[in-house]
């Protein structure tokens, strides 16, 4: 049972913006810096975002990240079709002295 | 190009155990800490082990701390997770990662494209 909770599903049409959240405690995304990773189809996970909002080369600047609290949230503007995927927050907690994943959010364009 | 190629996983009855390789190429391997992830058939991520470049730092997930063992040889660009008293719920797909950053404030880049373990007799 993951200690990051994410909605397990979010939608949108082609050009929109869908928001993704992913909520912790202080040990965890209160403390500590928040990654994004994304998982298409069959394939292995790739680094989204990281250190809470910045992009590695080859990430379109449509892909965003914030932190509040011990609160974190993925933005995706202008949707596209190749934005389907599983998207899953990350960071370390200072509790569990590990390395922590959210539940996971399945992304649907509609 | 950065590369990360697992291999070892297979079919292995509860009880039994396995020893999972990842060779690393692209980069200077000893420079880095790498870790384990897995990803049960369905479901999402799990986290498993780190190890720091020099092998003096090792941290696990309670969920295998005491069966997982995880090492790494420098000289021949490998990372290895050695894993004993396998259950059913160990069936996955187990990702090698890179890790960037600091010890806690770290992230994974890149992924191993993943070996599949079953347990089942």
């Known amino acids: 049972q993951s200690v990051l909770t994410q909605p397990p599903s979010a939608s949108g049409t082609p050009g929109q913006r869908v928001t993704i959240s992913c909520s912790g405690s202080?040990?965890?995304?209160?403390?500590?810096?928040v990654n994004w990773y994304q998982q298409l189809p069959g394939t292995a996970p790739k680094l989204l975002i990281y250190?809470?909002?910045q992009r590695p080369s080859g990430v379109p600047d449509r892909f965003s990240g914030s932190t509040s609290g011990t609160s974190a949230s993925l933005a995706i503007d202008g949707l596209q079709s190749d934005d389907e995927a599983d998207y899953y927050c990350?960071?370390?907690?200072?509790?569990?002295?590990?390395?922590?994943f959210g539940t996971g959010t399945k992304v649907t364009v509609l | 190009e950065v590369q990360l190629v697992e291999s070892g996983g297979g079919l292995v009855q509860p009880g039994g155990s396995l020893r999972l390789s990842c060779a690393a190429s692209?980069?200077?391997?000893?420079?880095?800490?790498m870790n384990w992830v897995r990803q049960a058939p369905g479901k999402g991520l799990e986290w498993l082990s780190y190890?720091?470049?020099?092998?003096?730092?090792?941290y696990y997930a309670d969920s295998v701390k005491g069966r997982f063992t995880i090492s790494r040889d420098n000289a021949k660009n490998s990372l290895y997770l050695q894993m004993t008293s396998l259950r059913a719920e160990d069936t996955a797909v187990y990702y090698c990662?890179?890790?960037?950053?600091?010890?806690?404030?770290?992230?994974?880049?890149?992924w191993g494209q993943g070996t599949l373990v079953t347990v089942s007799s």
């Open positions: 990662a890179r890790d960037l950053g600091g010890v806690v404030t770290n992230w994974f880049d890149p």
């Open positions: 692209g980069f200077t391997f000893s420079s880095y800490s």
């Open positions: 190890i720091s470049s020099s092998s003096k730092t090792l």
């Open positions: 202080t040990s965890n995304i209160g403390s500590n810096s």
């Open positions: 250190t809470f909002n």
């Open positions: 990350a960071t370390w907690d200072d509790s569990l002295n590990g390395y922590v």
